[in-house]
């Protein structure tokens, strides 16, 4: 058996009216893996997921599943199996008809179809509903026959575009719970095209970050949120200060930087050996990192730096708390914060405060936002 379930080679794609959507895209996806696409509108999501389907041309690269080529395969005889956000169920078939489809369209004995779809519509709960039409079903009943209908024909890689892109806010986190684990039970790999970054960062074993046709970061959710590796995906992901930067020598571990408000230092995710004094640089800190007091309340440490801001003004939603500071440049920042924490704190708006932040949190990328 290979290595991988699925491996993208180079894939590149031009439309035929010359837009690139897709550029060098290299992908290894391990059997029963969670990879999620995001990135903004246009990036190219839709039309990676639609090569691996077998539903778009590709313009040049390999891709291959089990370690087979399938560039060339049609569609319907590669192991794969597509979920869209419109779930496209057939209204005038019932649930159990609808699920049937793919196994008949596969010419397959009626023994075989009888048994599959009985364990699919228990699996998934959609029993009670099995003589109903797309009409009568609720929004998660729809979703899960979108998924009994694809997981039916027992695909090697589930494909999803956007499958939740149609539930409220509630059903949505329900769905997500579910699909999640879904996919582990069955152990087979999902591959995900969201433009919700927490959904991805809350359901993904690795986040594939797309800018451009390009890919910017494959990294498993922690990492992308606490270490990106370029300024488009700090910006895109998390919530980050970012400050631009020149690079100034490496301390230890540690990047020095020198910034408009301040020297800091901040782990590089670069080659340390070949960065040069005065190369352009952003360090990143995730908000979450950064914590705020009075100024006269702050203790310094040697393993943190600070920062010095007016407070304007703080507001408290929930669990959280946003603040708005300040800085020694005129710059204002926002910093989502713990709202517990924020209130022992006492900050009285229009006083000075002190942000701090472990050295290690910060990351140092290459480039400017
Ligand atoms: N059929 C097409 N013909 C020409 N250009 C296309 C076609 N489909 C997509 N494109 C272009 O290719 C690029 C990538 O589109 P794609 O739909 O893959 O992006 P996406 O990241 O999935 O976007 P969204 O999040 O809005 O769905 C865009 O610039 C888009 O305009």
């Given at each position: 058996m290979a290595d991988f379930d699925l491996e993208l080679i180079k894939l590149s794609k031009t439309y035929p009216g010359g837009a690139v959507a897709v550029k060098e895209f290299d992908l290894e996806v391990e059997r029963g893996e969670f990879v999620s696409f995001v990135g903004p509108s246009g990036c190219g999501k839709t039309t990676t997921l639609r090569m691996i389907a077998g539903l778009e041309d590709i313009t040049s690269g390999k891709i291959q599943i089990r370690g087979e080529d399938v560039t060339k395969v049609p569609t319907e005889k590669r192991p794969t199996s597509t979920i869209f956000q419109n779930y496209a169920i057939f209204p005038h078939m019932t649930v159990r008809q609808n699920i049937e489809f793919g196994l008949n369209v596969r010419k397959m004995t009626t023994n075989v179809i009888n048994k599959r779809v009985g364990d699919i519509l228990e699996k998934l709960d959609l029993g009670d509903v099995a003589n109903a039409k797309e009409e009568s079903l609720s929004g998660g009943q729809k979703q899960r026959l979108a998924l009994a209908r694809s997981l039916v024909i027992e695909p090697e890689i589930l494909l999803l575009d956007e499958p939740l892109g149609a539930l409220d806010a509630n059903l949505r986190r329900s769905i997500q719970e579910e699909l999640k684990l879904l996919q582990r039970s069955l152990?087979?790999?999902?591959?995900?095209?969201?433009?919700?970054?927490s959904e991805a960062l809350s359901l993904s074993d690795r986040i594939v970050v797309m800018n451009a046709g390009e890919v910017e970061q494959i990294s498993d959710p922690l990492e992308l949120y606490t270490r990106p590796q370029t300024p488009f995906v700090a910006k895109f992901v998390g919530s980050n200060?970012?400050?631009?930067?020149?690079?100034?020598?490496?301390?230890?571990?540690?990047?020095?930087?020198?910034?408009?408000?301040?020297?800091?230092?901040?782990?590089?995710?670069?080659?340390?050996?070949?960065?040069?004094?005065?190369?352009?640089?952003?360090?990143?800190?995730?908000?979450?990192?950064?914590?705020?007091?009075?100024?006269?309340?702050?203790?310094?440490?040697?393993?943190?730096?600070?920062?010095?801001?007016?407070?304007?003004?703080?507001?408290?939603?929930?669990?959280?708390?946003?603040?708005?500071?300040?800085?020694?440049?005129?710059?204002?920042?926002?910093?989502?914060?713990?709202?517990?924490?924020?209130?022992?704190?006492?900050?009285?708006?229009?006083?000075?405060?002190?942000?701090?932040?472990?050295?290690?949190?910060?990351?140092?990328?290459?480039g400017h936002a």
């Open positions: 152990g087979i790999t999902f591959i995900f095209v969201t433009h919700a970054q200060l970012i400050f631009p930067a020149r690079f100034e020598a490496m301390l230890d571990e540690n990047a020095a930087v020198s910034t408009d408000i301040g020297s800091f230092d901040g782990m590089p995710v670069f080659d340390r050996s070949s960065c040069k004094k005065g190369e352009t640089v952003s360090l990143v800190i995730p908000s979450e990192f950064i914590d705020v007091f009075p100024s006269e309340k702050a203790i310094y440490k040697d393993n943190c730096n600070y920062l010095k801001g007016t407070l304007s003004e703080v507001d408290f939603v929930g669990r959280d708390a946003y603040l708005s500071i300040v800085l020694s440049n005129n710059q204002p920042i926002r910093l989502q914060s713990d709202a517990t924490a924020i209130r022992s704190r006492n900050l009285t708006p229009g006083g000075p405060v002190d942000m701090q932040w472990r050295r290690q949190r910060a990351t140092v990328v290459l």
